[in-house]
Nanobody, 129 residues
């Protein structure tokens, strides 16, 4: 499985960006977005179940970021609004075999990078004040 993240750039505080993550193959996976700033560990941002029916966000982006997916296009999106300088990071998309968020499974997404099986190359988002 290959993941290709895109959409990063340099914006000002308050602006918006939409990140995309295209995945290869026909199978749909539960997906997550993570970010990593210099000198910091990779942190969880948002996740979406493979069907798109269950979504989760870290507290710092709730109300500003929206994760979505189009399984027909094998693409997951992260719409980022009201960007802040502290959102500056390399953003990574990741796929997991974990079937969270579906009927009969846990509603809690895996929050740790080690719980994801495939990773994109990252796309840099820089937010200036």
């Amino acid at each position: 499985v290959q993941l290709q993240a895109s959409g990063g750039g340099v914006v000002q505080a308050g602006d918006s960006l939409r990140l995309s993550c295209a995945t290869s193959g026909r199978r749909s996976y539960a997906m997550g977005w993570f970010r990593q700033s210099p000198g910091k560990e990779r942190e969880y941002v948002a996740a979406i179940s493979w069907s798109g029916g269950t979504i989760d966000y870290t507290d710092s982006v709730k109300g500003r970021f929206t994760i979505s997916r189009d399984n027909a296009k094998n693409t997951v999106y992260l719409q980022m609004n009201s960007l802040k300088p502290e959102d500056t990071a390399v953003y990574y998309c990741a796929a997991t075999h974990n079937t969270w968020g579906e009927a009969g499974t846990t509603s809690t997404p895996p929050p740790l990078p080690v719980e994801y099986d495939y990773w994109g190359q990252g796309t840099l988002v820089t937010v200036s004040s």
